[in-house]
């Protein structure tokens, strides 16, 4: 992230700092949330291991990976300090390793739904850059941590879902591949097929079309309809005029074009009006309900 940004900066492209410092606010916020959920929910299946190394808190800098966080802060790729347990102190070792793995990813779509709430109905817009980049690290952080591969928390959900036979044959082919396996999605780019397009399509779900237009920095957008003449009555043909304006608009129409001047021997002079009648109004520029009234 950082490093796009410090590219950008040499090669002279503008830089949506509203963006970056957003993303160095909500990215803590997601990690702790994830790891805290981890340690939390293995603190209440009888293992003490978390709350002994100090995991059972809100507070990030306990979250804080030295190597992992930098590199998420750095390229926008790496982890959270992960948490200690010690699945043997579970009450029931199966399915509470399979909560525990899974409340990490689950407590990112809680924290997702939760920051998108003000967004989908228009309250807090002025923030919504920084809550649609909540909503959409938490979201990727919780569909990136489901893929079973590697030290990632689906391997461990998938290896409690599946038998015990199952499992340990699971778990020896993810030792031995699950961090090649992890390494080619990441360096051939199918992130963006496995994680990006569930990302795109839940973020667009939760946020809807204003939502995402606040949190992309344009401030909350209204869809004006015009109001559009009714259509004429069957049978009858469409005005082929301009449109009349109404009376005490305002606005007066353009003069109208005057006759030629007709020319004798003393000179061009306007053309007289007929004897029998009196002069003809003319069409001035002036008020709308001083138009066409004789003058007197």
């Known amino acids: 992230m950082l490093a796009q940004v410090i590219m950008s900066l040499a090669a002279g492209d503008p830089v949506r700092w509203d963006q970056v410092l957003s993303f160095l606010v909500a990215l803590p916020i997601a990690l702790t949330i994830h790891e805290y959920a981890h340690a939390k929910r293995a603190d209440m299946a009888g293992d003490s291991t978390p709350r002994l190394a100090g995991r059972v808190t809100l507070n990030p800098l306990a979250h804080f990976d030295p190597i992992g966080t930098t590199a998420i802060l750095l390229f926008g790729m790496g982890w959270g300090k992960p948490v200690p347990v010690n699945p043997a ?52 952080l919780g569909v990136f941590n489901l893929l079973p591969l590697g030290p990632l928390d689906g391997a461990g959900v998938l290896s409690s879902l599946l038998p015990t036979r199952s499992a340990i044959r699971f778990d020896e082919f993810n030792m031995r591949f699950g961090v090649l396996l992890l390494l080619f999605v990441l360096m051939f780019g199918l992130t963006r097929i496995v994680v990006g397009y569930p990302v795109d399509l839940a973020y667009r779900g939760l946020l809807g079309y ?87």
């Open 210 to 296: 204003e939502g995402m237009a606040a949190a992309a920095g344009w401030g909350r957008i209204r869809i004006r309809m015009e109001r559009q003449p009714p259509p004429p009555p069957a049978g009858q043909p469409p005005p082929s005029g301009p449109a009349e304006r109404p009376e005490g608009s305002g606005t007066a129409p353009l003069p109208a074009e005057e006759p030629p001047h007709a020319t004798s021997e003393e000179g061009p002079h306007p053309q007289r009006a007929p004897a029998d009648g009196p002069p003809a109004p003319r069409t001035l520029p002036g008020d709308a309900h001083d138009v066409g009234r004789p003058p007197g």
């Open 89 to 140: 102190a579970f009450r029931r070792p199966r399915r509470d390793s399979l909560m525990v793995g899974f409340w990490g990813p689950l407590s990112n779509f809680v924290a997702a739904v939760v920051f998108a709430v003000p967004l989908r109905f228009g309250v807090g817009t002025q923030y919504g850059v920084l809550l649609g980049e909540l909503v959409s690290l938490n979201l990727v």
